[in-house]
């Protein structure tokens, strides 16, 4: 019955039909021709009607039979044999049944290496084709390919049309080249929590290309470079050898040893932000944060997160936790794509798949925790409030899964200083969700006027906006709405802002402080690096003067051939900030009244001489 159920009701209706053509014709006889014969003419009956009723009655009823007979025949004899199979056959004979009327089948790949075929296979819908699998590795063989039987009589084509369930049989070759297994002994360990060396040429055999790679490049990299995973991890290190038009594969698992972190200061935290654009490396001081934020994963549609931006860079950049610095993701959404926060708030299923997306990441890459970067909640909307109850509600979502995953990892996020921007978040309410708030305490200069664009201290409408500090921005989040000093981070800023002024008169100023000076709305950003390069070594000059505003606790520069203002952080005022966030008093006599976590900064790859970084590692006794 098995048997007969696979040649389906299309084979059964073909041979009853040739059982009833044979039995018509035999009925009829000589009945037909003779019919024929009476109105058609001798001639014609002769050369077509007698040769094509011969066809009709004698040939095509019995070589039309005889094809089926044959197929009852090949029927009866596997029913026959069933008997003879092999206890492999049998099992393999199961595997390929398929359900009457099925539409999904499987396709089995059986490697003939002995490996267990049974749970090694695609399921293809009727007619699709399957997805081209890897290609399999033994020892000592190369791969020809797959073929439909044992005998490799016919090779299978990937574009085949699926119709019913099949195996494929792996076809191997002996392989002839050099045999490389002594760089997989000499180079590959048993265990690691380095990098491993993978050798890029053979001195032997220098015409041989190596290729290595790894089944988990998040946690050995193509490169060799190693992350270890908060566990044990075991990872296949694969080396594909090319010899002339061959091919041989090796093969080691190696078990990565898991991270452990010391627990965080109190106090004292002085952590970065690190854009993979501006990534060249770690310094030694830049290894003594405590965290690295690396910038950014892009949030878009349907709550995913677009890791492209940094997947190439991530191994280089996550190595600095093998040093002790926790490393972050920074998931950014910023004017234009802030509404992909929006979209992902819509309801309590989106911040769910949002919030399960980030610690997938987490994992993959071995990040340490994640840092939210929504600029800003109400962007372009009626209200600055219209997204606050939602930004609260996504925190805890994410602050819940993420720490589900694992207590250690860190939650933290970016928010902006100054009078504009603590008002679009319900803060005493998103503070039980958050580890750090890092306090966006730059960019608070306005178009117009000659504004400290990080100041530390407010000098309301002369040399800084309005709350236009770190100060008073603190007021604001602390104080007015109830945000817990601990858990921020004030900005330092590794960058400047420039302006050209309206006149020639220069920056008006008293003893360094700066007055309401007007300039033409046209700042622009310049990198710390770039300031000591085109304006700091050139002091003295006579064209480059430096300033220090006293009351604002701020450099300032001018630039008389440019009639440029310049605002930035100098070391001067990365001491003092310091300082200011480790609770001990500035300049002049300055003290913070708030006990904060400790500074962070945005972005440390401006600044390229080392200067600033040196400056806070020293300033938060790193």
Known sequence: YNYLSRIGLAQYASILSSIIMAFIVFILGDTLPKVIARNIPEVICKLFVYPLYFFMIVFFPISYCFEKITLLLEILFKIKGEEELTEEEKRIQ??????????????????????????????VNFCDEIKVPPIPIRQGYEFVGWFIDKDYTESFLYHTEIIESIMLYAKWEAYSGPDMQYLIDENIPDRVKENINFPKTAEAHPDVQLNWTTNDRYTISYDGIVIPDRVEKTVTVRLEVTSGNQKNFYEKDVIVEPIEFMPLPESGIATGYYSHYNFTGYTEDQLKLDMVIIAFGYLIDKCEINMKSIDGVAPKMLEARKSGVRVLLSVQGIEATAHYFTEANRNDKTREKLADNIVSLIEQYHFDGVDIDWEYPGWQMDSKRAEADVYTKMMKVIYEKVKAANPD??????LPGGSEGYNRYNLADVAPYLDYLNLMTYDL??????????????????GTMTNGSVDSSLYLYCVANK??????????AFYGKKSTLTNNLGVQHTNGTVSRTSNNADATTITYTNIKKNYLDRIGDGDVFEYWDAHCHANWLYIKSENVFLTYDSVKSVQEKCRYAMGYSVSDGLKSKYKLAGVMIWDIGEDRTGDLMSAVVSGMHK
Do not use: W
């Open 483 to 492: 945000f817990p000093s601990n858990k921020i981070c004030i900005g330092i």
């Open 409 to 414: 990892y860190v939650v933290s996020a970016a």
């Open 445 to 462: 200069n306005a178009n117009g006027y000659c504004f400290h664009h990080t100041a530390l201290v407010d000098n309301n409408q002369q």
């Open 94 to 123: 199961e595997l390929l049944y398929d359900e009457p009327g099925a539409t999904t089948y499987r396709v089995y790949f059986n490697k003939m290496d002995g490996s267990d075929y049974t749970t090694d296979y695609q399921e």
